[in-house]
Each structure stands twice: as C-alpha cells, then as structure tokens.
C-alpha cells in the first residue's frame, strides 16, 4: 500500500492524532449548527482560558484544543468532546467551569449545561401522547 493512502486516512479521520495530545483533549465543534449557535464564543474561551490556540497543547501537557467537524449533536449545539465525554448546550461561563474542574482533577457530569435532559426540546416535549390523526389529517378536502 503507498504510503500516501495511510496519510490520507490518518488525516481525514479527527479521530487520528498525529501527534501526543494532552490528558485532556478538548474537540470543539465549529461546523454550521454549533456556529449558529455561537461556537466562536466557546472556542474564544477556551483559547483564553487555556493560552492556547486550535492544535496546540498547554505547557503542562494538560489540555489539547482541536477544531473538528460535526459531533452528532447538533440538537445541543454548541458542544464540545472532553477524551469520550460530550458537554453541550454551552454559554462561555461553562466551558471555563469545566475547565476548572479537570484543572482540580475533577470529572464534571457530561450532559447539557441548560438544564434540559439529553437532547429533549427546551420548552415542552413534543413527543406524542395519544394515538395520531389518521391518514388525510390537516389535508386540503381537495387533494
């Protein structure tokens, strides 16, 4: 196999580190939902929290930052990956109280930072509670 092949995989993948990362990898996720919803503030944060930039480790090999594409969790934008632990619906206060708390040694409670229980609708459930209208519901009589 070339060994173009296994660099291109090896960097297509953010999974894929090329080089050592800090204990805690922090992987924000800056792609259209999670920038709608104000990711640049997150990443601004971070960066200053930190003192460092997207692809640096701090002094103290403690924190990696890496900008990566979408998490899948676009409902609770905007988010970040800490190692396997996702901690969204983010406000820059959070992320620094994260921070914090691995800086202390302590695993903050992944999950959203809002209140809400994993990805349900802010305001109300919207689940069904009854058995749907049937076929033709809220159809125009002349279709």
Do not use: W
Request: with cysteine; charged share 20%; hydrophobic share 30%.
């Amino acid at each position: 196999m070339p060994s173009m092949r296994v660099y291109e995989v090896a960097t297509f993948y953010t999974m894929f580190n090329r080089n050592p990362v800090g204990k805690y990898h922090i992987q924000i996720c800056t792609t259209t939902p999670c920038m709608l919803r104000d990711s640049d503030s997150i990443l601004e944060a971070i960066q200053k929290k930190l003192g460092i930039h997207v692809g640096e480790t701090t002094p103290d090999k403690l924190f990696t930052l890496t900008e990566v594409e979408c998490l899948g969790a676009c409902v609770n934008a905007p988010m970040v990956q800490i190692n396997d632990n996702y901690y969204e619906d983010l406000m820059p206060k959070d992320i620094e109280h994260i921070i914090d708390d691995l800086k202390a040694g302590k695993v903050p409670k992944p999950g959203p930072r809002n209140g809400r229980f994993s990805c349900e609708p802010a305001g109300r459930l919207t689940s069904l509670t009854g058995p749907p209208n049937g076929p033709g519901f809220g159809v125009r009589p002349d279709l």
